[in-house]
């Protein structure tokens, strides 16, 4: 059987327009996995493995609610509480591997099909550095050129130097050869940030992931150095600071021993609690 599964590598982009000019821009791969293969996946290749330390290797706990569960019934659960699940469809997820059995994951977007392999909605699933999570939940409706075109209020508190009164305006270009995933952040006056992902798809095979392992060394360094290294460059610019309004994640802890929480705090972003 041949695997749907895919690898992409490709280049991330950040193009910061306001209120300084700030451009970042890194090539990664990510993994296209479909939810239904990844234990098949695990067992045909050497260098990655399902819930088990590996070179590269994807663990339920990382994703979705975040617990030691299979992580397609949850997607399919949330999907469904936004009228938008399609039964007996795929989801695939595009994200970033664990690498020696570390990662982080600013974004995975799990792409859902109807039964007819239409594209029908779309999940954003959005991290911050506090430990925090949000999923955008939206249909996907494509375009003649097979372009998916989206929007939706920001709602969730991702970096300290964007306020949260902003738009994002999602374009995508579902995995295929390639895949695009851009992410435009506008405010009252116009755009102030335009994010994207754009990768060519290789097969996911041991030869591919040692290649893309090899060929992307700051990916075994970790997102987390890249992103505090990025921070540090803003400041230096004099960006402004916007604090978390529901405070720190010590903070939340702070006040779940003690039993209340802080000013503002809503716990972990999902749409039904938004």
């Known amino acids: 059987m041949t695997l749907r599964s895919a690898l992409y590598s490709g280049l991330v982009v950040h193009d910061r327009a306001r209120p300084r000019r700030h451009r970042l821009s890194y090539r990664i791969f990510m993994l296209l996995l479909d939810l239904d293969e990844l234990d098949a996946a695990g ?3 050497r260098l ?4 088990a330390l590996n070179l590269l290797s994807y663990h339920d706990r990382d994703h979705a609610e975040r617990r030691r569960a299979p992580v397609k019934p949850q997607i399919e659960a949330l999907l469904a509480r936004h009228g938008l699940h399609h039964p007996g469809g795929r989801i695939a997820a595009l994200c970033m591997p664990r690498v020696l059995g570390h990662g982080f994951n600013p974004l995975t977007v799990y792409f859902h099909h109807d039964a007819d392999e239409r594209l029908a909605a779309v999940v954003y699933a959005v991290s911050n550095t506090f430990g925090e999570r949000s999923d955008y939940v939206l249909p996907a409706t494509a375009r003649e050129d097979g372009v998916v075109v989206q ?3 920001k709602t969730f508190y991702v970096s300290p130097f964007m306020p949260m009164d ?4 999602f374009t995508l270009a579902p995995p295929r050869e390639a895949v695009r995933v851009g992410i435009d952040v506008h405010d009252d006056e116009g755009r102030v940030l335009a994010a994207s992902f754009t990768g060519r798809r290789e097969p996911l095979s041991d030869r591919a992931l040692l290649r893309a392992m090899l060929g992307h060394p700051w990916q075994v360094v970790g997102v987390l ?3 505090h290294w990025e921070a540090l460059r803003i400041l230096l610019k004099g960006f402004g600071f916007f604090p978390n309004p529901g405070g720190t994640g ?3 802890k702070k006040a779940a021993r003690k039993g209340s929480a802080p000013p503002g705090f809503r716990g972990v972003q999902t749409p039904e609690r938004q």
């Open 48 to 51: 990655f493995s399902h819930n």
């Open 166 to 169: 902003l738009r994002y305006a």
């Open 225 to 227: 150095a890249a992103i």
């Open 250 to 252: 010590a903070d939340k």
């Open 151 to 153: 929007g939706c209020d």
């Open 43 to 45: 067992e045909r290749l």
